[in-house]
C-alpha cells in the first residue's frame, strides 16, 4: 500500500509541476499577445487562479511523505523521542480527519455546483466550477490517505 501511495504522490507532484509549466507559458502568451496585437487572452487570470489552488494540492502529498511540510522544530526537538513519536502520530491523524472533513463538507457545494451550472470567470472567459471542486476534494481524500499512512509509518517506527 506504501508503495502505490508514495507512487501516486509522485505522479501527482509531476502533475503539478506540469501545471506549472503551463500556467507560465500562458502567461508568456498573454503577455506576448497583449504586447503585439493588443489582445490579450481573456482567461489567464481565472486559469492561474485555479491551477494556484490544484498545484498546492496536487504537491502536497508528496511533500508531507517526504517530510517537507513546515514543522515547529524549536518544539519538535525538546520533546524526548516516545512523545515525539506520540505527538507526531497525533498530528497525523488529525491532518488526515481535517482533510476528510473537508472532503465531506464540499460533497454539497460540488453537487449544488453542478444542479447551478456555476462557473469562475467572466463572461470573457467562463470554468465550469464543479469539476474544479470534484478534484479538490479528491486530492484532500489522498492527502487523507498519506496523513494516515504517516501515521501508520510512525507509529512502526516506535514499535521497533
Request: charged share 15%; with cysteine; proline share 2%.
Amino acid at each position: 500500500m506504501e508503495r502505490f501511495i508514495n507512487r501516486a504522490s509522485s505522479l501527482l507532484a509531476d502533475l503539478g509541476s506540469l501545471v506549472v509549466y503551463l500556467c507560465a507559458g500562458l502567461i508568456v502568451y498573454d503577455v506576448c499577445a497583449r504586447l503585439a496585437f493588443g489582445r490579450p487572452f481573456a482567461g489567464t487570470a481565472d486559469l492561474v487562479a485555479i491551477a494556484l489552488v490544484l498545484v498546492t494540492f496536487l504537491q502536497a502529498m508528496k511533500a508531507l511523505l517526504q517530510d517537507r511540510l513546515l514543522q515547529m522544530t524549536l518544539l519538535l526537538e525538546k520533546l524526548p523521542g516516545a512523545v515525539l513519536k506520540l505527538a507526531m502520530t497525533v498530528a497525523n491523524l488529525v491532518g488526515a480527519a481535517l482533510f476528510l472533513c473537508l472532503a465531506a463538507i464540499s460533497v454539497e457545494p460540488i453537487e449544488q455546483a453542478y444542479r447551478t451550472h456555476e462557473f469562475f470567470g467572466t463572461d470573457a472567459f467562463r470554468v465550469t466550477a464543479w469539476p474544479v471542486r470534484l478534484v479538490v476534494a479528491l486530492l484532500w481524500c489522498m492527502l487523507a490517505v498519506a496523513f494516515l499512512s504517516k501515521a501508520r509509518s510512525v507509529l512502526r517506527r516506535t514499535a521497533r
